[in-house]
C-alpha cells in the first residue's frame, strides 16, 4: 500500500508544475528503500564547448521532460542546424543520446555520452566516423532584460570603401567594388572587430540564383540568407529563418538579382527580423547558438558576421544601432 500511495503523490507532483528541484529531493518508498529522481538535473538548455583535436568548436543541447519519465531534446553539434533527440537515456548521473547524420561524413550516428555534476556536463562525442572528443557543457543564461532598450547612434559598419573593422577568419576573398561589398567565391567568413551586446541592425544584400550566405547576430545566430522559392512554405532553414531555429510566418523574398533588406532587433534572446518591409518573426525567443556559431558563450557581446563559405553574395549597407 506504500508504494501505490508513493506512485500516486509522485505522479501529482509530476503534473503540478512545482520547481523541478523538487524532482531532484530524495523521497522514502519505506524505510529502506529511496529513489532519486536524478534527471531533473539535466534537465534545461547548455552550452557546450567541444574539443576537436585541440580547437575548440561550440555545441548546444537542450533536455525537456516528455510526459512522466522521458526525456527529449535537441541537439545543435558543432555543423549543422538543430536536430530533434528522441530520447536521452539516463542512469546513476549518466546520460546518452544519438542522431543520424546531417552534413557529416560517415554514415554512423553521432554518439554523446555524459555524466551530469555541480559543475554542469562533460562527456565524449563519438562523430559519424567513430573519432571522440572531449566536450563540457555549463547552463546557459537566460538572458532576459528588466527595462526596455535605450539606443545609441546608429554606425556603418561597411565604409563603401574597403574592409576597415572588418577581419576574415581565413584566407580573405572578400573584396569592395563600387561600393558594394563582394564574397565573389565560397572562402571564409568575414566578422566585425568589434562585439556587440543588444541592438538594430540594418542589411541591403543581393544573390545569385542558388546564392546561400547568412547574417551571425553576436556571432552565434544565424538569419539565413537562401534563394528560396517565393511559393515555397516557410522554414527555418530557408530565406528569414533563424537557421534550425525559427521560421518565417512568409516567405518575403524577392528573389535572385534583386536587391534585398533585413532590419533584425536582438534584445537578450528575444528577435524580431523584418525581411523587405515585412515583419516575418515578432520578438520570438532563439533557444540557442546554431549551426556555424563562433562560440558557445552565449552571455557575452559578439561581432556580426558574414557568412561566405557557401555561394556568393554581395552587401551594399550595414547599419547598426547599439543599445547603450
Given at each position: 500500500?506504500?508504494?501505490?500511495?508513493?506512485?500516486?503523490?509522485?505522479?501529482?507532483?509530476?503534473?503540478?508544475?512545482?520547481?523541478?528541484?523538487?524532482?531532484?529531493a530524495?523521497?522514502?518508498?519505506?524505510?529502506?528503500?529511496?529513489?532519486?529522481?536524478?534527471?531533473?538535473?539535466?534537465?534545461?538548455?547548455?552550452?557546450?564547448?567541444?574539443?576537436?583535436?585541440?580547437?575548440?568548436?561550440?555545441?548546444?543541447?537542450?533536455?525537456?521532460?516528455?510526459?512522466?519519465?522521458?526525456l527529449?531534446?535537441?541537439?545543435?553539434?558543432?555543423?549543422?542546424?538543430?536536430?530533434?533527440?528522441?530520447?536521452?537515456?539516463?542512469?546513476?548521473?549518466?546520460?546518452?543520446?544519438?542522431?543520424?547524420?546531417?552534413?557529416?561524413?560517415?554514415?554512423?550516428?553521432?554518439?554523446?555520452?555524459?555524466?551530469?555534476?555541480?559543475?554542469?556536463?562533460?562527456?565524449?562525442?563519438?562523430?559519424?566516423?567513430?573519432?571522440?572528443?572531449?566536450?563540457?557543457?555549463?547552463?546557459?543564461?537566460?538572458?532576459?532584460?528588466?527595462?526596455?532598450?535605450?539606443?545609441?547612434?546608429?554606425?556603418?559598419?561597411?565604409?563603401?570603401?574597403?574592409?576597415?573593422?572588418?577581419?576574415?577568419?581565413?584566407?580573405?576573398q572578400?573584396?569592395?567594388?563600387?561600393?558594394?561589398?563582394?564574397?565573389?567565391?565560397?572562402?571564409?567568413?568575414?566578422?566585425?572587430?568589434?562585439?556587440?551586446?543588444?541592438?538594430?541592425?540594418?542589411?541591403?544584400?543581393?544573390?545569385?540564383?542558388?546564392?546561400?550566405?547568412?547574417?551571425?547576430?553576436?556571432?552565434?545566430?544565424?538569419?539565413?540568407?537562401?534563394?528560396?522559392?517565393?511559393?515555397?512554405?516557410?522554414?527555418?532553414?530557408?530565406?528569414?529563418?533563424?537557421?534550425?531555429?525559427?521560421?518565417?510566418?512568409?516567405?518575403?523574398?524577392?528573389?535572385?538579382?534583386e536587391?534585398?533588406?533585413?532590419?533584425?532587433?536582438?534584445v537578450?534572446?528575444?528577435?524580431?527580423?523584418?525581411?523587405?518591409?515585412?515583419?516575418?518573426?515578432?520578438?520570438?525567443?532563439?533557444?540557442?547558438?546554431?549551426?556555424?556559431?563562433?562560440?558557445?558563450?552565449?552571455?557575452?557581446?559578439?561581432?556580426?558576421?558574414?557568412?561566405?563559405?557557401h555561394?556568393?553574395?554581395?552587401?551594399?549597407?550595414?547599419?547598426?544601432?547599439?543599445?547603450?
Open positions: 500500500m506504500r508504494k501505490k500511495i508513493f506512485l500516486f503523490g509522485l505522479g501529482y507532483l509530476l503534473l503540478s508544475g512545482l520547481p523541478q528541484k523538487t524532482f531532484a530524495t523521497i522514502a518508498i519505506s524505510d529502506n528503500i529511496k529513489l532519486a529522481i536524478e534527471p531533473a538535473a539535466l534537465i534545461g538548455r547548455w552550452d557546450i564547448t567541444v574539443d576537436v583535436n585541440g580547437k575548440l568548436a561550440p555545441a548546444w543541447l537542450e533536455v525537456k521532460l516528455s510526459g512522466y519519465k522521458t527529449v531534446g535537441y541537439f545543435v553539434s558543432t555543423a549543422g542546424s538543430a536536430r530533434p533527440v528522441s530520447e536521452v537515456k539516463f542512469a546513476d548521473g549518466k546520460f546518452k543520446f544519438e542522431i543520424p547524420p546531417q552534413w557529416e561524413s560517415g554514415t554512423s550516428n553521432l554518439v554523446i555520452d555524459g555524466t551530469v555534476s555541480d559543475a554542469g556536463i562533460q562527456g565524449i562525442m563519438t562523430d559519424c566516423n567513430g573519432k571522440q572528443y572531449s566536450w563540457k557543457g555549463v547552463k546557459a543564461p537566460y538572458l532576459k532584460r528588466t527595462a526596455a532598450p535605450a539606443w545609441g547612434k546608429p554606425i556603418n559598419l561597411f565604409n563603401g570603401k574597403d574592409l576597415s573593422g572588418w577581419k576574415a577568419n581565413g584566407p580573405n572578400w573584396i569592395v567594388k563600387n561600393g558594394i561589398l563582394t564574397s565573389p567565391k565560397a572562402g571564409s567568413n568575414l566578422i566585425t572587430e568589434q562585439k556587440y551586446n543588444d541592438f538594430k541592425l540594418h542589411v541591403e544584400f543581393r544573390y545569385s540564383k542558388g546564392g546561400n550566405s547568412g547574417v551571425y547576430l553576436r556571432g552565434r545566430y544565424e538569419v539565413q540568407i537562401e534563394d528560396s522559392k517565393k511559393d515555397a512554405h516557410p522554414n527555418s532553414v530557408l530565406f528569414g529563418g533563424v537557421y534550425g531555429f525559427l521560421a518565417p510566418n512568409e516567405m518575403a523574398t524577392l528573389g535572385p538579382g536587391w534585398q533588406s533585413y532590419d533584425i532587433t536582438l537578450g534572446r528575444l528577435v524580431t527580423v523584418v525581411a523587405n518591409g515585412k515583419t516575418i518573426i515578432s520578438n520570438q525567443e532563439i533557444p540557442g547558438i546554431t549551426g556555424g556559431a563562433l562560440d558557445s558563450n552565449e552571455g557575452e557581446p559578439g561581432p556580426i558576421y558574414l557568412q561566405g563559405d555561394e556568393p553574395i554581395e552587401y551594399r549597407k550595414i547599419v547598426i544601432t547599439p543599445a547603450k
